[in-house]
């Protein structure tokens, strides 16, 4: 579980810090070349199940420790290289963690309400 400020993820797989400079930090995860399923959990109502990326080797997740920055953009990669995003995204991580599951087939991004774990613990 990686913990910082308001920003969580919970990962199979491992967590690199590549820039920390004042306030923002950019996060490393190899995932290595994998198909990976995204899913929302609720937070967009019409998108029936998940989305998802075949072939990405990498996440860059770039966060700031700002209070009045609660935005982190998640960068999918085909290399180790940032000109290599396949997609990315922003989310709000204030009221969310970032779940990050090693399946026996593809790997399991969820975006979860922090409520909605707190009342699993």
């Known amino acids: 579980m990686y913990n910082k400020g308001k920003f969580c993820i919970d990962s199979d797989f491992e967590i690199r810090t590549v820039?920390?400079?004042g306030n923002d930090i950019d996060l490393?995860?190899?995932?290595g070349n994998r198909t990976l399923n995204?899913?929302?959990?609720?937070?967009?109502?019409?998108?029936y199940s998940r989305m998802q990326f075949s072939i990405v080797r990498n996440l860059i997740i770039?966060?700031?420790?700002?209070?009045?920055?609660?935005?982190?953009t998640i960068h999918m990669l085909?290399?180790?290289d940032l000109h290599s995003s396949v997609v990315n995204f922003e989310?709000?991580?204030r009221n969310h963690v970032i779940e990050i599951k090693d399946r026996e087939y593809?790997?399991?991004m969820r975006i979860i309400n922090?409520?909605?774990?707190?009342?699993?613990?």
């Open 62 to 72: 770039r966060y700031s420790l700002d209070a009045e920055n609660n935005i982190a």
């Open 91 to 93: 989310i709000d991580y």
């Open 19 to 21: 820039r920390e400079e």
């Open 38 to 47: 995204l899913y929302f959990d609720d937070n967009i109502k019409p998108l």
């Open 78 to 80: 085909r290399s180790i």
């Open 106 to 108: 593809f790997v399991e």
């Open 28 to 31: 490393f995860i190899p995932i």
């Open 114 to 121: 922090k409520e909605a774990v707190d009342k699993l613990i």
